[in-house]
C-alpha cells in the first residue's frame, strides 16, 4: 500500500540554522510531492510542490529535493527563525487519481531563540 | 480570494444528537474531503468527493456520512456522536494537479 511516513519526533534547532526534515514513501514514486504547514489548532497551508522529475525545487528560504532512488523527499528551511515553527507534512498523490492525497502524520519543528 | 470557509469553528454537543458540519468553498474544485486530525495520528481522510453525486469512504469512515448535491458544498453529518468523535476536522478541495486548500477546522467535542 502507499504510505507516506515523516519523522514523529519534535525536531529542535536553534534559529540561524538549517532545519532538514525527512520524508520516506513506500511503493512507486507519485508524481509528485507536497509540503505543507500546520499551525496549532489550524488548517495545513501549502508551500511547495516537487514532481517527479525535478531534483529540487526553492521557494525563498525553503528547498525540496525528491530522490526516487531512496524513495524520499528533504524539507530544508535555512536561516531558520521562530516563526517557523511549526509542523510540516508531506503529502503524496493516491494512486492514479489525480486529486487524491495521503498525508504524512507530520514532524513538529521547533526553533529556539 | 480563494477559501474553504467551515462552519461551526467549535462545537460541544451530547452523544447521540445529530449534528452536521458545514464546508463551502468557492474555487470551483471537483474533489473535497473531510479529515480528522487526533494528537499522534496525523490527518486521517474520513471521506471524500470527486465531483457531485460521487462520494468515497476514506480510512475512517464509521459514524460519519456526507452529501455532495452541489459542487461548491460538502457537508458532514454525525448521526449519532458519540464520544469518540471528539477530534478536530478539516474540511478541504482541491483542483486538477494542484495543492489542497484547508478550511479553518472544526473542534468538536462530544460529551
Known amino acids: 500500500s502507499q504510505k507516506i511516513e515523516q519523522n514523529s519526533e519534535a525536531l529542535n534547532i536553534q534559529e540561524g540554522k538549517t532545519a532538514t526534515l525527512t520524508c520516506n514513501y513506500t511503493n512507486y514514486s507519485p508524481a509528485y510531492l507536497q509540503w505543507y504547514r500546520q499551525d496549532p489548532g489550524r488548517g495545513p497551508v501549502f508551500l511547495l510542490l516537487i514532481r517527479e522529475n525535478e531534483k529540487e525545487k526553492r521557494k525563498e528560504r525553503l528547498k525540496v529535493t525528491f530522490d526516487t532512488t531512496l524513495k524520499q523527499s528533504l524539507f530544508h528551511i535555512t536561516a531558520s527563525q521562530p516563526a517557523d515553527s511549526a509542523t510540516y507534512l508531506c503529502a503524496r498523490r493516491y494512486g492514479g487519481a489525480t486529486n487524491k492525497l495521503i498525508f504524512g502524520t507530520g514532524t513538529l519543528l521547533a526553533v529556539q531563540p | 480570494e480563494a477559501q474553504v470557509t467551515q462552519n461551526p469553528r467549535y462545537l460541544i454537543t451530547v452523544t447521540g444528537k445529530k449534528l452536521t458540519v458545514t464546508c463551502s468553498q468557492n474555487?470551483?474544485?471537483?474533489?473535497m474531503s473531510w479529515y480528522r486530525q487526533d494528537p499522534g495520528l496525523g490527518l486521517r481522510q474520513i471521506y471524500y468527493s470527486m465531483n457531485v453525486e460521487a462520494t468515497d469512504k476514506g480510512d475512517v469512515p464509521e459514524g460519519y456520512k456526507v452529501s455532495r448535491k452541489e459542487k461548491r458544498n460538502f457537508p458532514l453529518i454525525l448521526e449519532s456522536p458519540s464520544p469518540n468523535q471528539t477530534s478536530l476536522y478539516f474540511c478541504a478541495s482541491k483542483g486538477e494537479n494542484t495543492e489542497a486548500f484547508f478550511g479553518q477546522g472544526t473542534r468538536l467535542t462530544v460529551v
Open positions: 474555487m470551483n474544485h471537483e474533489y
